[in-house]
């Protein structure tokens, strides 16, 4: 099966920050996401993201689908953006395959 | 619109026992599909049932099982317990195409003692 690789897999920051996470998948992927699980367990969706580029506020996403890889960028990072961030894809008609995650320590 | 709920949040059981979680997914869902979370495996895919019928399926034993409804609810069930299967549980529900986004609900956390 596909295989998607996270890194790094822990980041701590200060409070301001910007940083990079990135996805390498090893397949060509018609669904691509990114989410963020908060303490609870909850998977939150960041982006729908196969190919291209999006914004939503402080976070931003880059796909190249044709050299399979997905970064997510944080910037002037805050104490709840603290988590771990995990990347999605899949190809065909096949189900999500999750990355490992990255964990990421946003400290004030 | 609500989200996906799952229920119960939290559950706690013993080995040999049987236990059976619900998802409700989003209003015109039609979709919905089961991961297991657990620090050692991470997130893996169980299965996804689809009008009614089972369309996917994970490598899972034949001791994790599944169902949905008419109304697009769907219900995972688990015999015979055993320690490994203690994990937070998720669901996701979508409208069924494969290129579409995937909502996740809050998780059922199952601890086998």
């Known amino acids: 099966g596909i295989q998607v690789e996270q890194s790094p897999p822990d980041l701590i920051l200060q409070e301001g920050a910007n940083s990079t996470l990135r996805c390498n998948f090893s397949?060509?992927?018609?669904?691509l996401q990114w989410f963020h699980q908060n303490p609870w367990g909850q998977l939150i969706n960041l982006f729908y993201?196969?190919?291209g580029t999006k914004q939503n506020g402080r976070l931003s996403a880059t796909t190249v689908a044709t050299e399979r890889y997905s970064l997510l960028y944080i910037s002037s990072s805050q104490t709840t953006d603290s988590g771990v961030y995990f990347c999605?894809?899949?190809?065909?008609?096949?189900?999500?395959?999750f990355g490992s995650g990255t964990r990421l320590q946003v400290q004030p | 619109k609500a989200g996906v709920t799952q229920t119960p949040r939290y559950l706690i059981k013993t080995r040999g026992q049987q236990v059976t979680l619900s998802c409700s997914p989003i209003?015109?869902?039609?979709?919905v599909s089961w991961y297991q979370q657990t620090p050692g495996q991470g997130l893996q895919f169980l299965f996804e049932?689809?009008?009614?019928?089972?369309?996917n399926k994970g490598n899972f034993p034949g001791r994790f099982s599944g169902r949905q409804f008419s109304n697009s609810r769907s219900e995972m069930n688990v015999s015979t317990l055993e320690l490994g299967d203690s994990a937070l549980y998720l669901c996701?529900?979508?409208?069924?195409?494969?290129?579409?986004?995937?909502?996740f609900g809050p998780g059922t956390r199952l601890t086998v003692l």
């Open positions: 209003s015109g869902h039609r979709s």
């Open positions: 993201i196969p190919s």
């Open positions: 397949d060509s992927v018609n669904n």
């Open positions: 996701a529900s979508s409208s069924g195409t494969t290129t579409d986004t995937q909502y």
């Open positions: 049932y689809f009008s009614e019928t089972q369309r």
């Open positions: 999605a894809v899949a190809t065909g008609r096949r189900a999500l395959t």
